[in-house]
């Protein structure tokens, strides 16, 4: 912690506990995308300003001079982003550091504040994008952020690009648009966007609740609120997603950064026009790295073949060996199928065989699973896939998009288990799943032992 930290967070009056200095440390890292979710009376937003100030702090360029730096402040609107304006202006206040302010009564206009070292400090509200789209910032905090849209996040992360400034994210769960949920758990494991999200619960704040997890009035919440309220509205947890057809897909648990390993790499391909589907798949003894994904919707198999060469990993695909294809890829369209098309433009050579759906299905669970001797999931995928929030029509931005989304149908009261999952957000996870049976050899489940066994041989 260097000395403005230190200063600037004695005037702040904060001192951060367990919980939110495991925020701090990664600050200190270097982190430039922060989502911090907070349960009721958790002091996300002491926490969020604090974060903020150790950025805001003064920044002398060669010539010995402080530089000039804007910070936002942005809320649904203005009213709601004036109490950590109100956070910093006292903290800066205190130490004679504000130079001038301007905080008019009306809840229509901005808070603006100029320090004495050259930095500006602005409310701004997010009912308006498009004029955020105007100015480069070197930092942002973005309040009440689940209450504003997945654009507005986009729009403030490119503002902060040519200064490669930072961003904050804080807010609750409750009443949040469904983006915001999605960030938060995209972002506890490792992420393409290089963001890590944080939990406060509501417990995590032992200055009112000294006895933490187990603090009486916390054991008291949690049996007056059902399950899932208790952890959303307290715990600063999702609530649990249901009715997902894969529903051991965890980002923290499947995500990481992949390496290549010694070895081909295989393709695996459902080729939908609505949505076509490539993974670049390795096997690295048991287990599964999938590296790389082309996923487009719309296109055709001329499109996507350039778009698969053009990643860092077509080189080392055996185009002879290994690589599968939905069995839709023999029919031939115009006189010729996606097999026949792939061989004669890149001389990949694909494997096609019927699979139910429901084998596919057991067999992707299982392998995402720890039930098997090895005690850990069999397959993972890299940190640097595409995780963009899902198309505004539904669909699937991305591969990894499809874990949350495809689902079974809601089942209506006196209705038996449906038998068939809805047919959307898919692709991806059935190349995936053909891959598997094709290397693997498909997993039945003995109904007599309860027990998932893999079945060797196959194929």
Not at 35 to 60: D, N, Q
């Amino acid at each position: 912690m260097n000395r403005w930290v230190q200063v600037v967070w004695a005037l702040l009056g904060y001192s951060p506990n367990e919980a939110q200095g495991e925020i701090a440390r990664a600050w200190f890292d270097g982190l430039r995308f922060a989502l911090i979710c907070g349960g009721e009376r958790a002091g996300k937003s002491f926490t969020s300003v604090a974060l903020a100030l150790a950025r805001m702090g003064p920044v002398v360029g060669e010539d010995g001079e402080p530089e000039e730096r804007l910070y936002w402040i942005v809320g649904p609107d203005y009213a709601q982003a004036r109490a950590e304006f109100e956070y910093v202006y006292r903290a800066l206040g205190k130490g004679g550091l504000v130079a001038s302010e301007s905080m008019p009564e009306t809840k229509t206009q901005p808070w603006v504040l100029t320090t004495t070292y050259g930095a500006r400090i602005e409310t701004r509200t997010s009912s308006d994008v498009s004029k955020l789209a105007s100015f480069s910032v070197h930092g942002v905090l973005m309040v009440e952020a689940a209450q504003q849209t997945y654009e507005t996040w986009l729009k403030l992360r490119g503002r902060v690009s040519e200064t490669r400034g930072w961003v904050i994210l804080s807010g609750t769960l409750e009443a949040g648009l469904p983006w915001y949920a999605s960030l938060l758990r995209k972002w506890k494991g490792d992420n393409a966007e290089g963001g890590m999200s944080f939990s406060l619960p509501t417990w995590s704040n032992t200055a009112i609740y000294p006895g933490g997890r187990y603090d009486p009035e916390i054991v008291a919440l949690e049996r007056t609120y059902p399950p899932d309220l208790f952890m959303e509205r307290f715990g600063a947890e999702p609530r649990a997603q249901h009715g997902l057809v894969i529903p051991e897909f965890s980002y923290t648990t499947h995500v990481k950064r992949l390496e290549l390993q010694p070895g081909p790499v295989s393709l695996a391909i459902d080729p939908a026009t609505h949505t076509y589907a490539v993974l670049f798949c390795q096997r690295v003894g048991s287990f599964t790295h999938v590296l790389d994904a082309v996923y487009m919707h719309n296109a055709v198999a001329q499109d996507v073949i350039p778009r698969v060469q053009d990643s860092p990993y077509w080189k080392y695909v055996d185009r002879r060996n290994g690589n599968v294809i939905d069995i839709a890829g023999t029919q031939r369209h115009a006189n010729r199928s996606q097999v026949e098309i792939w061989m004669d433009a890149v001389g990949v050579s694909l494997n096609s065989k019927f699979i139910p759906l429901q084998t596919t299905i057991d067999t992707v669970r299982f392998r995402l699973s720890k039930t098997n001797t090895v005690g850990e999931p069999l397959v993972y995928f890299n940190a640097s896939l595409p995780n963009p929030e899902p198309l505004p029509d539904g669909r699937a931005a991305h591969f990894l998009n499809e874990f949350e989304l495809w689902r079974w149908p809601e089942r209506k009261p006196n209705q038996s288990v449906p038998k068939v999952p809805i047919d959307r957000a898919n692709d991806g996870i059935k190349a995936l799943g053909y891959w598997l049976v094709h290397t693997f050899g498909p997993v039945e489940e003995r109904k007599n032992r309860r027990k998932v066994t893999v079945l060797r041989g196959w194929g």
